[in-house]
Structures are given as C-alpha cells and as structure tokens.
C-alpha cells in the first residue's frame, strides 16, 4: 500500500472482502485505526490499523471496477464530514436535521449524530 492522498485498493478479508479507498486526509483520533471508503458495504468504517493493513493490496489500474470504485467513492466522501470535536464521520443528513431542528448548543452534539456515525470495524477475525 503506497502513502498516496487517496489510495484506491483491494481488502482481503475471506467472505468480507471488499474493493477499498483510503482517503489520508480522515484522519482518527486514534493512531491505532484507519478510516477506509468500503465499496461492499457503500460506506466508511473505521478499522484497526494494524489488523488491516497486511490486508490491503493495491487495486490493479487496469481493472474494470476502478471507475465504479471512484465514482462510489467521491459520491460517498460529499456525504460524509468529519466532526472537528470528536474526529467522527457524520452524515451530511444528520447535520441537516440538525441545523433545520435546532437541536443542538454549540459544543454539544447531540444524539442524533452519533447514531450516525459510521461504523467500527475489528478485522482480527477476517471480517471487514
């Protein structure tokens, strides 16, 4: 896996195995996980990085799904922002609730976002 601002490849997980991208600019509060664009599951989820990353494997250029992978991808990443507070990736339509019901006080963020944070993945088990 090379260190590219967006990285376009191919998680090896058995049954869970997904085409994946790796935007550098996601960062996590945690060093320890790696936010990943799954192409299977149409989100990002959060993985361990060290149990993911002997997984990842380049996506050849050539492959015909490189174009649907990309376009899946800049689709989901305008979807998605990152909480300046607490690094999580929300959704654009829970802002909009928000902002549109005024649920919220600055600096407070209410439950509305967190159930729409993306999801956490352990991959220890081969499942992504």
Sequence with gaps: MTRKAIWYGYLKAGKKSSPVVLDTKLQTRNPKTIYLFNYVRGKF??????????????LDP??????????????ARKMFVVDQNTQKIVTAAAIND????????V??????????????VNASDGAA
């Excluded at 989820?45 to 380049?58: A, T």
């Excluded at 799904?65 to 689709?75: P, T, V």
């Excluded at 209410?110 to 999801?119: K, R, S, W, Y």
């Design 107 to 120: 600096g407070n963020i209410p439950d509305l976002i967190q159930e729409n944070t993306i999801d956490y």
């Design 45 to 58: 989820l959060e993985y361990s990085r060290e149990l993911v990353e002997p997984k990842l494997h380049d």
């Design 62 to 75: 050539d492959d015909n799904l490189l174009k649907e992978l990309k376009i899946a991808f800049k689709a």
């Design 98 to 105: 928000i902002q549109t019901t005024a649920l919220y006080e």
